[in-house]
């Protein structure tokens, strides 16, 4: 499958995600140890600009991963961005040549490949976190999988990713690649007396 429509896939399904997160949840706990819920939606966003901008053949600046870009509309505001971006990388020349991302040039292919993935993972990590559900089909899945197992080791001395987890034997692709990035596939937010109805509901293994 293009992978035009795999990034197609992982913006939607994503964008579900950030549409289900209500207020009250954004000091959560998530997978990602250093972010609560408030935090891995903005992460998010910067994810869908970057996209957003590299599907537009411009730079992706470093310090967009320093901004403060949730709002009241946050979710409106990943809607238009990731509907820019996917209106961006249509464009058959956005996946010629390279693209700047901080100091770094990539080929656009393996910047759309990271940002794709980066979408998949952490998009999954908030649904977990808000009792939702990530519905990653099997081509975003293996999307997701082949570039960690190519970059994880990288990842990893960038400390981008934790130690890698031992999949279970009948682990799906996806759950091999959460494992890859040092997640728990059956992750489940502590419940305590003051956790929110849906979030202490949402305790179900992720689906590929």
Not at 190 to 205: E, L, M, N, Q, S
Request: charged share 20%; glycine share 10%.
């Amino acid at each position: 499958m293009p992978l035009h429509t795999v990034l197609n896939k992982a913006i939607i399904e994503t964008a579900k995600v950030v549409r289900g997160v209500e207020p009250d949840q954004f000091g959560a706990p998530t997978p990602c140890r250093d972010w609560d819920v408030r935090a891995l939606t903005n992460h998010l966003l910067q994810v869908v600009h970057a996209l957003q901008l590299a599907g537009r053949r411009l730079p992706v600046p470093g310090d967009l991963w320093d901004r403060a870009l949730i709002d009241d509309g946050w979710a409106a505001h990943f809607d238009d961005a990731g509907s820019t971006a996917i209106a961006a990388w249509v464009e058959g020349d956005a996946w010629e040549g390279g693209v700047t991302l901080g100091d770094m040039r990539m080929p656009a292919p393996a910047v759309a490949a990271m940002l794709v993935s980066d979408l998949a993972i952490h998009g999954w990590d908030l649904a977990r976190a808000t009792g939702q559900t990530y519905r990653c089909d099997d081509d975003l899945a293996e999307v997701t999988y082949r570039f960690l197992a190519d970059m994880g080791d990288q990842g990893r001395r960038m400390g981008i990713y934790a130690a890698p987890l031992p999949p279970v034997g009948d682990a799906r692709t996806f759950e091999q690649a959460l494992a890859l990035s040092g997640r728990d596939p059956g992750w489940a937010v502590p419940v305590t007396d003051g956790a929110h109805p849906r979030t202490a509901a949402g305790r179900t293994r992720s689906t590929t």
